[in-house]
């Protein structure tokens, strides 16, 4: 069964550095893909960034970055250079790519950025 | 160029009504999913749907719950007599196709309260 893993309930940081949000995940599947999503205050879900198992190289997007080590089964999040904006709950998620395709979530990390 | 529509944001009902919940997905996109989330969890799937096909709905409670997606209109996730265990927010996702790398788009959710 598939199973993520958030151990970070709350993480507080300084505007302008650098933060790791921690992500480790459980599967038998070979093929898989690990999701970020940012939930501000008001609600919405918000898709970040994507890496896919047999990806070689770690996915970027913009500040977004996402560390994979895929023997020790984690995909942390790293976001560069921390803003007030990016106050909100990220959840990590993974989906494996047989069957439904189901999205399973982690409990999430709630990131507040201090002036 | 609209993204997944959910209405109504906000919904309330005594215990013992009926809650409906719809969700029009992107344009184009036949994958439909269906997420619960709790207050302070990560969503939990509930059911995945293709257009006048349930494919998965081994996250939906046994009773009372039941979704479609017809040929023509939204999807509805309908609860019946509902409880106040089902103050929650419903989330709607939608995706193009089954891919690796093919993220879920959410709508910003229908959020229930039972009386």
């Known amino acids: 069964a598939q199973k993520i893993t958030q151990t970070q309930p709350g993480m507080f940081v300084q505007e302008k550095e650098a933060v790791t949000l921690d992500c480790t995940y459980d599967?038998?599947?070979?093929?898989?893909?690990l999701f970020w999503y940012k939930q501000p205050s008001s609600g919405e879900m918000i898709f970040l960034i994507y890496?896919?198992?047999?990806?070689?190289q770690n996915a970027t997007e913009g500040r977004y970055s996402l560390n994979f080590q895929k023997a020790r089964k984690s995909a942390n999040l790293v976001i560069s250079a921390s803003q007030l904006g990016d106050s909100a709950m990220y959840f990590c998620a993974m989906r494996e790519l047989q069957g439904a395709q189901k999205l399973v979530f982690g409990q999430g990390t709630r990131l507040t950025i201090n002036p | 160029n609209a993204g997944v529509m959910q209405n109504p944001r906000h919904l309330v009902r005594r215990r013992g009504q009926e809650a409906r919940l719809r969700c029009s997905p992107m344009k184009g996109h036949s994958h439909v999913y269906w997420y619960r989330q709790l207050p302070e969890e990560g969503l939990k799937f509930m059911v995945y749907l293709q257009k006048e096909n349930i494919i998965d709905e081994s996250g939906m409670p046994k009773e009372r719950f039941s979704a479609e997606f017809p040929k023509e209109g939204p999807s509805i996730l309908r609860i019946q007599q509902v409880v106040r265990g089902d103050s929650a927010a419903y989330f709607c996702?939608?995706?193009?196709?089954?891919?690796?790398?093919?993220?879920?788009?959410f709508g910003d959710g229908t959020r229930l309260s039972i009386l």
């Open positions: 599967t038998s599947d070979p093929s898989y893909g």
């Open positions: 996702a939608s995706s193009l196709y089954q891919a690796a790398g093919q993220p879920q788009h």
């Open positions: 890496q896919g198992s047999y990806d070689q």
